[in-house]
């Protein structure tokens, strides 16, 4: 049973920065996948990046492309999510996922959720 608490969440300004922090654990290896998908209030939830633990490899909308950016440290069993040039429309309820084997970018193949960290951009 793989565990997942995020952190990092909180408000910022338009055009500003936020790091959000995905711990994991109870993990079997590492052909892992960690996704970060996100639920603004009455949308559904959308799909924000994703990396697999073992090669490193990444997956981006177009929505968030060159503005955010995921990575792991295995060493710390810690998937992170480096959020720049911020604007309203991320306000989200953001959530941690995983699954094991490849990166998917849908949420219906990740079996393992956090409990979700708020992240409000005020304009």
């Known amino acids: 049973q793989v565990q997942l608490v995020e952190s990092g969440g909180g408000l910022v300004q338009a055009g500003g920065s936020l790091r959000l922090s995905c711990a994991f654990s109870?993990?079997?290896?590492?052909?892992?996948?960690v996704g970060w998908f996100r639920q603004a209030p009455e949308k559904g939830r959308e799909f924000v990046a994703a990396?697999?633990?073992?090669?490193?490899?990444?997956s981006y909308p177009d929505s968030v492309k060159g503005r955010f950016t995921i990575s792991r440290d295995n060493t710390k069993n810690t998937v992170y999510l480096q959020m720049n040039t911020l604007k309203p429309e991320d306000t989200a309820v953001y959530y941690c996922?995983?699954?094991?084997?490849?990166?998917?970018?849908?949420?219906?193949?990740?079996?393992?959720w956090g409990q979700g960290t708020q992240v409000t951009v005020s304009s």
């Open positions: 996922a995983a699954k094991s084997g490849s990166i998917y970018s849908t949420q219906s193949a990740f079996n393992y």
């Open positions: 109870g993990r079997a290896g590492s052909n892992y996948a």
């Open positions: 990396v697999h633990l073992s090669t490193g490899s990444t």
